[in-house]
């Protein structure tokens, strides 16, 4: 059943998509992923994975992220792997829970680059920006994003 929901929760949002961007472009798009997905979603994340996001904070980020992968992948989800360095961070995903609905919208991917955005604020703080640079829906063998902090 969880396929089949996420299937139809991932057609649903390419159908979100494409008619925002229909309405406003590239840049209503990117806002509305940034504000309404991204802005929350590393908190809605924790409380999914059912964990205290004040566990994570205080950490150093590279090992708050080491313990987020591990708890993503032992909940079903990808295998994700984060390389932080200050002020930038380098986050790999080894599968893509939105094709073939990613191939078929190039703002698509915006999705998983707002949440990562989120993930980066909550384990290093401050306002990030995520750079696609591979992704699966574009024919990259893994997506992989550069986050590069704003503050």
């Given at each position: 059943m969880a396929d089949v929901c996420m299937e139809?929760?991932?057609?649903?949002?390419?159908e979100i998509v494409a008619a925002i961007d229909s309405i406003g472009?590239?840049?209503l798009v990117r806002g509305i992923m940034g504000y309404g997905i991204g802005r929350r979603a590393a908190d809605n994340l924790m409380t999914i994975l059912r964990v205290d996001p004040s566990e994570l904070?205080?950490?150093?980020?590279?090992?708050?992220a080491e313990l987020l992968a591990r708890l993503l992948r032992r909940e079903g989800g990808p295998e994700i792997?984060?390389?932080v360095n200050e002020g930038?961070?380098?986050a790999e995903v080894s599968e893509c829970h939105f094709m073939p609905w990613a191939?078929?919208?190039?703002?698509?991917?915006r999705i998983?680059?707002?949440?990562l955005e989120s993930v980066a604020r909550s384990l290093a703080g401050g306002r990030w920006s995520a750079e696609e640079v591979q992704t699966i829906a574009h024919g990259g063998d893994r997506c992989v994003f550069r986050l590069r902090?704003?503050?």
């Amino acid at each position: 059943m969880a396929d089949v929901c996420m299937e139809y929760c991932s057609s649903l949002l390419l159908e979100i998509v494409a008619a925002i961007d229909s309405i406003g472009g590239e840049s209503l798009v990117r806002g509305i992923m940034g504000y309404g997905i991204g802005r929350r979603a590393a908190d809605n994340l924790m409380t999914i994975l059912r964990v205290d996001p004040s566990e994570l904070k205080g950490l150093p980020p590279a090992r708050a992220a080491e313990l987020l992968a591990r708890l993503l992948r032992r909940e079903g989800g990808p295998e994700i792997s984060f390389q932080v360095n200050e002020g930038e961070i380098v986050a790999e995903v080894s599968e893509c829970h939105f094709m073939p609905w990613a191939a078929r919208h190039p703002l698509f991917c915006r999705i998983t680059a707002s949440f990562l955005e989120s993930v980066a604020r909550s384990l290093a703080g401050g306002r990030w920006s995520a750079e696609e640079v591979q992704t699966i829906a574009h024919g990259g063998d893994r997506c992989v994003f550069r986050l590069r902090s704003r503050d």
